[in-house]
């Protein structure tokens, strides 16, 4: 995936690849090309990655090759055991949750998947949850508070999927129930935005003790390109909506709305998905340590305080 | 020939008339079936359609002076909060758009908290205004939820949530979002104590407040046809690629697919809220 802006940097990486393949005869002028081209590129994606504009921060954060729940699953965890089904209707891979092990401690981790080609994308139905997804995830919080395990959640959805069937099984209901969940269960929820934050699709599991964004991921009330569509009257004013919305890490931690930024390698989680996965990683486990400490009315008290106190007059 | 009373006296009459009894706040429309109604006789019938029963929009004061006994309410004042944390501009500041419907409906924001009592039986209720910027939830109504409830634990009685609205108030970006696990803070406290939350929705309720408090309630309560969803008809079109029924998303629809009690007429509305709050009120000999 090509993002516009990435575009001058691509054409460095290329030419940097080209000059390396030429220089296997081991001639220093080109070593020396290569070296200056490097110093130039990284000065570059520096420049482009300081100065993101909010849009180019939506499109880092919906870029193809970020890592996905799967990936977290598998840099993150070990023995994860994934559970399924709502045990009301049906199972949708559109969340995917289950037991694991995150050093030595016992977790209960739930997520949107993505997917990362054509056939898992329509497998996990690109990460837009039904309501079975957000009853099985209600399932296995209630199950974590029995174990009294704490919840990892991990956010990266465009939204609740707009469908047919969804609203007819109740989709609001379903989300509605979610957050209340999230809201009273008993043990610790830490919650991590990776990717895309969708509105109550993304809130629904992201309800959290602590709510932790990566540095380029995106949390938004509606799509920038869905609210130019009603405020401006044209999705083309998808750019001035995003700076409008307040939308990126930055504006989200100074607005209070978030606890924690997560540090991206430069130029973005996709350069480097492992480095970024042990970023999570580290916060994540620092959070816990603390977390675990409290009560389970400790929990749910700051939890509700936390909620009350949005946007109050400060 | 009656030609002459039939025909010539109303468009005389309209001609001459027209200068003081403008027509415009003395007959509306009716959204439905097209029929032009009598405002006073719309208003007796509390804004039911008399030529094919569509229940039409309410404002909020017009909802309280419905629902209490003798239209008798004491109102409270709503929360301050925060009013334009994002300093949002769209085509319009947000702050100008808050002042021209803060005119227009003479309120703070897009609900108003009161308590009453209905056939007797004391409540707080908190009803949506669909005039003030779609019934959308920022701040404010988050914040009034909440006083909402804390009243309803005070006086120990039930409290009832009207809903219209649209949804998240966009141009309180995240903090809109953060108002629906706020209204649920205050539904679990209801929970807690052991008091009951009823919810009648009216057309329409949908996004972040379909999917937070309004589909929250231990009764859920819907108007005639209100139009009640979480995704807008259009998206789902969009999404699908194929036309909705008619029916799709209406209040009868919801009931058939188990998500809500029941579907009650507006005449019969005021009767079944003072059955159930007699049966929960009264719940010991
Ligand atoms: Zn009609």
Same mark, same amino acid.
């Given at each position: 995936?090509?993002?516009?802006?990435?575009?001058?940097?691509?054409?460095?990486?290329?030419?940097?690849?080209?000059?390396?393949?030429?220089?296997?005869?081991?001639?220093?002028?080109?070593?020396?090309?290569?070296?200056?081209?490097?110093?130039?590129?990284?000065?570059?994606?520096?420049?482009?990655?300081?100065?993101?504009?909010?849009?180019?921060?939506?499109?880092?954060?919906?870029?193809?090759?970020?890592?996905?729940?799967?990936?977290?699953?598998?840099?993150?965890?070990?023995?994860?055991?994934?559970?399924?089904?709502?045990?009301?209707?049906?199972?949708?891979?559109?969340?995917?949750?289950?037991?694991?092990?995150?050093?030595?401690?016992?977790?209960?981790?739930?997520?949107?998947?993505?997917?990362?080609?054509?056939?898992?994308?329509?497998?996990?139905?690109?990460?837009?949850?039904?309501?079975?997804?957000?009853?099985?995830?209600?399932?296995?919080?209630?199950?974590?508070?029995?174990?009294?395990?704490?919840?990892?959640?991990?956010?990266?959805?465009?939204?609740?999927?707009?469908?047919?069937?969804?609203?007819?099984?109740?989709?609001?209901?379903?989300?509605?129930?979610?957050?209340?969940?999230?809201?009273?269960?008993?043990?610790?929820?830490?919650?991590?935005?990776?990717?895309?934050?969708?509105?109550?699709?993304?809130?629904?599991?992201?309800?959290?003790?602590?709510?932790?964004?990566?540095?380029?991921?995106?949390?938004?009330?509606?799509?920038?390109?869905?609210?130019?569509?009603?405020?401006?009257?044209?999705?083309?004013?998808?750019?001035?909506?995003?700076?409008?919305?307040?939308?990126?890490?930055?504006?989200?931690?100074?607005?209070?709305?978030?606890?924690?930024?997560?540090?991206?390698?430069?130029?973005?989680?996709?350069?480097?998905?492992?480095?970024?996965?042990?970023?999570?990683?580290?916060?994540?486990?620092?959070?816990?340590?603390?977390?675990?400490?409290?009560?389970?009315?400790?929990?749910?008290?700051?939890?509700?305080?936390?909620?009350?106190?949005?946007?109050?007059?400060? | 020939?009656?030609?002459?009373?039939?025909?010539?006296?109303?468009?005389?009459?309209?001609?001459?008339?027209?200068?003081?009894?403008?027509?415009?706040?003395?007959?509306?429309?009716?959204?439905?079936?097209?029929?032009?109604?009598?405002?006073?006789?719309?208003?007796?019938?509390?804004?039911?359609?008399?030529?094919?029963?569509?229940?039409?929009?309410?404002?909020?004061?017009?909802?309280?002076?419905?629902?209490?006994?003798?239209?008798?309410?004491?109102?409270?004042?709503?929360?301050?909060?925060?009013?334009?944390?994002?300093?949002?501009?769209?085509?319009?500041?947000?702050?100008?758009?808050?002042?021209?419907?803060?005119?227009?409906?003479?309120?703070?924001?897009?609900?108003?908290?009161?308590?009453?009592?209905?056939?007797?039986?004391?409540?707080?209720?908190?009803?949506?205004?669909?005039?003030?910027?779609?019934?959308?939830?920022?701040?404010?109504? %988050?914040?009034?939820?909440? $006083?909402?409830? &804390? @009243?309803?634990? /005070?006086? =120990?009685? +039930?409290?009832?949530?009207? *809903? #219209?609205?649209?949804?998240?108030?966009?141009?309180?970006?995240?903090?809109?979002?953060?108002?629906?696990?706020?209204?649920?803070?205050?539904?679990?406290?209801?929970?807690?104590?052991?008091?009951?939350?009823?919810?009648?929705?009216?057309?329409?309720?949908?996004?972040?407040?379909?999917?937070?408090?309004?589909?929250?309630?231990?009764?859920?309560?819907?108007?005639?046809?209100?139009?009640? %969803?979480?995704?807008?008809? $259009?998206?789902? &079109? @969009?999404?699908? /690629?194929? =036309?909705? +029924?008619?029916?799709?998303? *209406? #209040?009868?629809?919801?009931?058939?697919?188990?998500?809500?009690?029941?579907?009650?007429?507006?005449?019969?509305?005021?009767?079944?809220?003072?059955?159930?709050?007699?049966?929960?009120?009264?719940?010991?000999?």
């Amino acid at each position: 995936m090509l993002l516009d802006f990435e575009k001058p940097i691509t054409e460095l990486d290329q030419k940097i690849h080209e000059l390396s393949q030429m220089s296997s005869d081991g001639k220093i002028d080109i070593l020396q090309d290569i070296s200056n081209l490097q110093k130039k590129r990284d000065k570059l994606l520096h420049e482009v990655y300081e100065n993101l504009t909010p849009f180019q921060k939506v499109q880092i954060a919906r870029h193809t090759d970020r890592p996905h729940f799967k990936d977290y699953i598998k840099h993150m965890t070990s023995d994860f055991v994934e559970m399924s089904g709502d045990r009301l209707f049906g199972e949708d891979a559109a969340i995917i949750g289950g037991l694991a092990r995150i050093n030595d401690r016992t977790v209960m981790i739930m997520g949107h998947e993505k997917g990362s080609d054509i056939d898992s994308r329509l497998k996990h139905n690109f990460g837009m949850p039904l309501p079975e997804g957000y009853r099985k995830a209600q399932r296995l919080m209630r199950l974590a508070e029995q174990y009294q395990i704490p919840i990892v959640t991990i956010v990266d959805t465009a939204g609740a999927y707009p469908g047919m069937g969804a609203e007819e099984r109740g989709q609001s209901e379903a989300i509605a129930k979610s957050i209340e969940t999230c809201l009273s269960v008993s043990v610790p929820i830490v919650s991590i935005i990776i990717g895309e934050g969708g509105s109550g699709g993304a809130i629904a599991i992201a309800t959290g003790n602590k709510v932790m964004m990566l540095e380029h991921a995106i949390y938004s009330v509606i799509s920038p390109e869905g609210c130019a569509s009603i405020l401006w009257r044209s999705r083309d004013k998808k750019e001035e909506a995003a700076e409008a919305q307040k939308l990126t890490a930055q504006d989200l931690k100074r607005l209070d709305i978030i606890d924690q930024i997560i540090p991206e390698p430069l130029g973005g989680a996709h350069r480097d998905v492992k480095k970024t996965i042990l970023n999570v990683k580290a916060a994540l486990n620092k959070e816990l340590d603390s977390l675990t400490k409290l009560s389970g009315s400790a929990l749910k008290n700051q939890r509700a305080k936390k909620y009350l106190q949005m946007g109050k007059k400060t | 020939m009656n030609w002459i009373s039939n025909y010539v006296r109303p468009k005389l009459r309209a001609l001459v008339g027209a200068k003081n009894e403008t027509p415009e706040n003395l007959w509306t429309k009716c959204p439905k079936c097209e029929q032009m109604l009598f405002m006073r006789d719309l208003e007796r019938n509390h804004y039911v359609c008399t030529n094919c029963d569509h229940h039409l929009r309410m404002s909020a004061e017009q909802r309280l002076k419905f629902l209490f006994d003798e239209g008798q309410y004491k109102e409270i004042d709503l929360p301050e909060a925060q009013n334009d944390p994002l300093k949002f501009k769209d085509t319009k500041r947000y702050s100008d758009r808050l002042k021209t419907y803060r005119d227009k409906t003479k309120n703070m924001d897009a609900v108003r908290i009161a308590t009453g009592t209905i056939s007797d039986e004391k409540l707080v209720v908190c009803a949506f205004d669909f005039n003030f910027m779609g019934g959308s939830m920022g701040i404010v109504v %988050g914040e009034s939820i909440v $006083r909402a409830a &804390e @009243e309803a634990l /005070r006086i =120990k009685k +039930p409290l009832l949530i009207i *809903t #219209a609205s649209g949804g998240a108030r966009m141009q309180e970006g995240a903090f809109s979002l953060m108002q629906m696990p706020k209204s649920m803070v205050a539904v679990e406290m209801m929970k807690n104590a052991g008091l009951p939350y009823l919810v009648l929705l009216t057309d329409p309720t949908t996004g972040g407040v379909s999917a937070s408090f309004a589909m929250a309630g231990d009764i859920a309560i819907a108007e005639p046809e209100a139009m009640i %969803g979480f995704a807008g008809r $259009r998206v789902i &079109e @969009e999404t699908i /690629r194929e =036309k909705l +029924p008619d029916n799709f998303q *209406t #209040a009868e629809h919801l009931l058939e697919h188990g998500m809500i009690d029941m579907v009650v007429h507006r005449h019969e509305l005021r009767a079944k809220l003072s059955r159930i709050l007699r049966l929960l009120n009264q719940r010991h000999a």
